[in-house]
């Protein structure tokens, strides 16, 4: 008998879960309160695959955990570009560059001509930086709907505007609402971050560049049409009002740092949200009153959220 599951929320966290229940021959139907898929955290996210990187702040077990997800999303949005994860640090903060070093691995050092030749437009500006070869990106405003088209493709339904989809017509429910599940799941948080999207000339990024800096490090991932996602501030509230100056102005101030072009950018976009998070911020699956959360996403979503949904589905194929 073909099991029916309701998957709730339909960010990262919930369209991976929905998408890998559909391949294992479930009933899915993914409901989502907003008015459109991604309409939460995961549509404002930076989109990097960054296992080895994430690892110098992480627990040990991000990495472990963390590496099937790489190959999933090759095979699930054709668009994710595997070309690395540079490292980067101005000449002040050069020892953050040798700290992050000791704390990774799978990186090499690159000198100045290394670097030249994986970032043109950043020649003669850096000295050194660590490449992390085997790292990815994606966009997620167009990977979340390439998710919900495969759902579609494999017989799945999406239903928007959805806050009190009724459960108990349904054989499993999934809740991966981010924040939202909060009320229900004990010891969850908000850590709030911002970001800028940015149109940039004279630039030309072909990877993600992190820039390390003792109080604020920052990435840029670069998107189409000379677009540059820059985030983000990490800072401990449950504040989801507008990005606020201070923050907007050290992420521009870093960016331009990186490269003087940033500072004729044209900003798109500004936005502000809050990373669903646990108190060791590390992604977990709970079951709690019948319910699998799915939650604590942190700034590990898109890294994470793949695993989770196997084991999701093995849970679940397992009762």
């Given amino acids: 008998m073909t099991r029916s599951v309701l998957v709730r929320g339909a960010g990262v966290a919930g369209l991976c879960c929905a998408v890998t229940l559909a391949e294992r021959g479930m009933r899915v139907v993914l409901a989502e309160s907003g008015a ?12 990097m695959l960054a296992p080895w990187c994430e690892a110098e702040t ?3 077990a991000l990495l472990e955990q963390a590496l099937p997800s790489l190959e999933w999303w090759r095979r699930h949005v054709p668009e994710t570009v595997f070309a690395g994860t540079l490292v980067l640090a101005l000449g002040r903060d050069g020892g953050e560059l040798a700290r992050m070093s000791r704390r990774t691995a799978e990186h090499r050092w690159v000198d100045g001509a290394a670097l030249a030749a994986l970032e043109p437009d950043l020649a003669d500006r850096f000295s050194r930086g660590l ?3 085997g790292e990815a990106h994606l966009d997620p405003r167009r990977a979340l709907p390439a998710l919900a088209e495969r759902l579609h493709a494999l017989g799945g339904t999406v239903l928007l505007h959805q806050a009190a989809m009724p459960s108990g017509v349904f054989d499993h429910v999934v809740d ?3 924040f939202a599940s909060e009320p229900v799941l004990p010891g969850l948080r908000g850590v709030r971050g911002e970001m800028l999207l940015l149109r940039v000339s004279g630039v030309t990024l072909h990877r993600p560049i992190r820039l390390l800096h003792p109080r604020f490090p920052l990435y840029l991932v670069p998107r189409e049409n000379g677009v540059v996602m820059l985030g983000a501030t990490m800072i401990e509230s449950e504040d989801q009002g507008r990005p606020r100056v201070r923050s907007v102005m050290e992420l521009l101030s870093a960016a331009f740092a990186l490269h003087p072009a940033f500072g004729e950018a044209e900003i798109l976009e500004m936005s502000a949200d809050l990373r669903p998070s646990l108190a060791d911020n590390m992604p977990r699956v709970q079951e709690r009153d019948g319910v699998l959360h799915v939650n604590g996403m942190f700034r590990h979503g898109f890294l994470m959220a793949p695993v989770l949904a196997s084991e999701v589905c093995d849970r679940i194929a397992g009762r």
């Fill in 58 to 60: 992480a627990p040990p």
């Fill in 176 to 178: 991966a609402r981010g």
């Fill in 131 to 133: 490449f992390f070869e």
């Fill in 36 to 47: 459109a898929i991604g309409s939460g955290a995961s549509w404002k996210a930076g989109g």
